[in-house]
Structures are given as structure tokens and as C-alpha cells.
């Protein structure tokens, strides 16, 4: 009489917190290499992932089905649980992406305020009589030097909705433009209230718009330096059963000042990672032959004579094509009358 099979081991249950969601996506989207921690302990017994060894010993870690079902439905939590703002900056971000920009979102930026005013500097001490004068030096400058300017900037922190720069090689040609999205009313008369945040948007690019919906405000009510995106219908493709729905439109471009980063800028795009669209694929260039541009092997083939081969095609034309003509043939070669 054999033994009885041991049961398959049932999932515990497991509640699920942030952390072990955060895990799943790091373990789709990397090898699967464990880190054997607790939140792996959780997942490995709830069933959400599985372990794997290979014959060479290596152990790697997926995802089961009920895993991959528990990521779409926390993405999908996510997704309803956005706001008007930030669908909104999503689907601007979508438009900057598909005409070849860089962008980032929830950036941190020092900014300088020019001309700010400052407070009155206080009123000098005068030296005691153990300590001559003439050995003290002045602890500041009347004189209107530069650094002088540059002590009574005030710096602070922008936060812009949407940073981007085209996708060139040539520095003069970045063109950095700041997009804030306004999705209410209310929203945007507060930024216009201030003035220090528009000046620091000002100094980080060389273009600044505002990207709201149709009938928020009128243009005039916007300063005459800052570039307008409406948005006409509603935040999805077919808003409203309109053929037109969810569509962007540019009122006014914004009045054009040229900028150089400072390498402040720089060093926070470079610790920040930029938006990547829905279609991008991440290791698109891969495996991707080195050879010719697809297309050009067709169209010497559409030129060849239909019953030879493209490859005898080509080598027929080279016999037959006539040496270009170099000066130095063209002097010492006698020409026959």
C-alpha cells in the first residue's frame, strides 16, 4: 500500500501593505535575483511569487498569475485614484513625449529671485577704544559690485508641474521650457498671486506656459510672458461622446528669453529620471541589427532588372556605371580626336 501524497501547501494569507507592492513591480521589472528578507517570505507564502533555480544553482524570482492580477489591480487603484491635476499633467507630458521632448516631473529646483528686496542692512558698530580701526576691515561694501548683487538675490525652491528639454546633442538647442497645469480656477489666481514663483520659473527655462482647460480664464488675464494651452473637451480621448474631445490648443506662445542651466539644474535632472511614454520601450535598441536603414536594399531591388537578383543587380550596375572623371585623368589622359 503506498503512502498518501502530501497536499500542495495552501497560500497564507497575507495582508498586503505598500511595501510588498512595491516589491512585486521591483521584481518584474528586474531579473528576479531574492533578496531573502521578510517582504520575500511574505510574498513567497501568499503565492504571489514563485522560486526558481536554475541548473547551474542560481535562484531567481517571478511572478505568479495571482501576482501579476495584484499588481494590475493596485495599478488600476491608482489610476481612479489620480486627480484632475495630475491626469491632466499626464496627458500634456504625453503630448511634450510624442514631439521628442525629454521631460520630468516633480522636480526640486534652486532659483534665484533677481532684484528682490531685501532688508536694510544694519548699522555699523563702531571699533572700541582697545581695538584701533585701522586693523578691523569692513564687514561689507557700499559699493555696488557684483557680488554685492549677487548677496542680495534671494534663492527658494520651484516645484514646476512639467520640466522638459528637446532630445539634441547641441547645448544652444535644449530650449528648457516650464509647463504648470492649473486644473481649477482657484488654482491659477493663487499662482498669479505670486510673483516670486513666476520669476523662479522664469530663471530654470527659457519658455513658460500655463496648461489648463477651456474656459478656466481668459488670455488677458494671464501676463503677456507666459505661453497659454487650453484643453478642449474633457481629460480622455472621447470626452463626451465628442469626436473632438481631449484636445490641446495653443492660445499663445510664450515670450522667448535665453537661458543657460546652471549646473545646479543639471545635477537634478541627472539624480531625477524622466517620464518615459506608454509605447517606449525601454530596451528598444537591444538586439537591434547594426546593418543598413530597412528600405534601402528594396529600393535597389525596385531598380534592379526584375529577373536578375538584387545582389547580381547590384554588382551588374557597378560594372557598368562610368568612372567619375578625377582632375588628374582629366590632365594626363590624351583624349582621342
Known amino acids: 500500500m503506498s503512502a498518501p501524497q502530501p497536499s500542495p501547501a495552501l497560500p497564507v494569507p497575507i495582508a498586503l501593505t505598500r511595501f510588498h507592492r512595491t516589491r512585486l513591480m521591483q521584481i518584474w521589472r528586474s531579473a528576479g535575483w531574492p533578496c531573502k528578507d521578510g517582504l520575500e517570505i511574505d510574498l513567497l507564502a501568499a503565492g ?198 481631449g484636445r490641446f490648443e495653443l492660445l499663445r506662445p510664450a515670450r522667448h528669453a535665453q537661458c543657460t542651466l546652471p549646473f545646479a539644474v543639471w545635477l537634478a535632472l541627472c539624480k531625477a529620471t524622466p517620464l518615459r511614454g506608454e509605447g517606449a520601450m525601454a530596451q528598444a535598441q537591444l538586439g537591434e541589427p547594426c546593418g543598413e536603414p530597412p528600405g534601402d536594399v528594396d529600393d535597389r531591388a525596385d531598380m534592379a532588372d526584375p529577373g536578375i537578383e538584387p545582389a547580381a543587380a547590384a554588382v551588374t550596375a557597378a560594372a557598368t556605371a562610368p568612372a567619375p572623371l578625377t582632375p588628374s585623368t582629366a590632365s594626363t589622359t590624351p583624349v582621342a580626336p
Open 48 to 245: 504571489l511569487v514563485a522560486l526558481h533555480t536554475a541548473p547551474e544553482g542560481f535562484e531567481t524570482l517571478k511572478l505568479t498569475d495571482e501576482g501579476i492580477r495584484t499588481l494590475a489591480v493596485a495599478r488600476q487603484r491608482s489610476v481612479r485614484a489620480l486627480s484632475g491635476h495630475d491626469r491632466l499633467a499626464q496627458k500634456f507630458a504625453a503630448q511634450l513625449l510624442a514631439s521628442g521632448r525629454i521631460v520630468w516631473t516633480e522636480l526640486s529646483l534652486r532659483a534665484v529671485i533677481e532684484g528682490a528686496a531685501t532688508s536694510p542692512l544694519p548699522t555699523p558698530v563702531e571699533p572700541t577704544a582697545t581695538a584701533p580701526s585701522a586693523t578691523l576691515p569692513p564687514l561689507w561694501s557700499d559699493d555696488d559690485t557684483p557680488a554685492a548683487r549677487a548677496a542680495a538675490n534671494v534663492w527658494r525652491m520651484a516645484r514646476p508641474d512639467l520640466f522638459s528639454v528637446r532630445n539634441t546633442s547641441v547645448p544652444a538647442y535644449l530650449q528648457p521650457m516650464v509647463h504648470e497645469i492649473k486644473y481649477s480656477r482657484a488654482d491659477l489666481l493663487s499662482d498669479l498671486r505670486h510673483d516670486a514663483k513666476r520669476q523662479a520659473y522664469q530663471w530654470l527655462c527659457e519658455e513658460c506656459y500655463y496648461v489648463f482647460p477651456a474656459g478656466i480664464a481668459e488670455p488677458e488675464e494671464i501676463p503677456e510672458h507666459f505661453g497659454i494651452w487650453v484643453l478642449h473637451g474633457g481629460l480622455d480621448d472621447k470626452a463626451d461622446n465628442k469626436a473632438e474631445g
